[in-house]
């Protein structure tokens, strides 16, 4: 059971750090030179990440600003720095990164008004 919990923490581990950074499955896979289908499989436990994938995943999360403490004695610490949060509203903002249908933009975000370090 404990194998099950541990390829639970780091799909979990993944998935958060990736929408951390504002990737998408297939931006993230492109960066990992794998196929979208193995990141969606490890996402939702199909298969279980093999360490060279895990340890590429981990050094490109911290590159991006986001450390992922897989760890932990406890729970699951994943620290996203300014600059990464920064570079997410920036991508956010950003209606070309929209679907078609979803242009109109974020009505909870007041774009105009938004304030963070280095913005």
Excluded: C
């Excluded at 490109?60 to 897989?70: A, M, N, T």
């Excluded at 909870?108 to 938004?114: E, F, G, N, T, V």
């Amino acid at each position: 059971m404990e194998n099950a919990f541990d390829n639970g923490k780091i799909a979990i581990a993944i998935r958060t750090a990736r929408a951390a950074a504002g990737w998408n499955q297939q931006d993230f896979a492109d960066l990992m030179k794998v196929a979208k289908s193995t990141v969606a499989r490890i996402e939702t436990l199909e298969i279980s990440a093999k360490g060279d994938f895990l340890m590429r995943a981990m050094r490109l999360f911290r590159e991006s600003g986001i450390d992922v403490d897989l760890m932990a004695a406890s729970g699951l610490p994943i620290h996203i720095s300014d600059l990464s949060i920064a570079a997410s509203v920036d991508a956010l903002k950003d209606e070309t990164n929209r679907r078609s249908d979803r242009k109109a933009g974020i009505a909870s975000l007041p774009y105009d008004k938004l304030d963070y370090p280095g913005g």
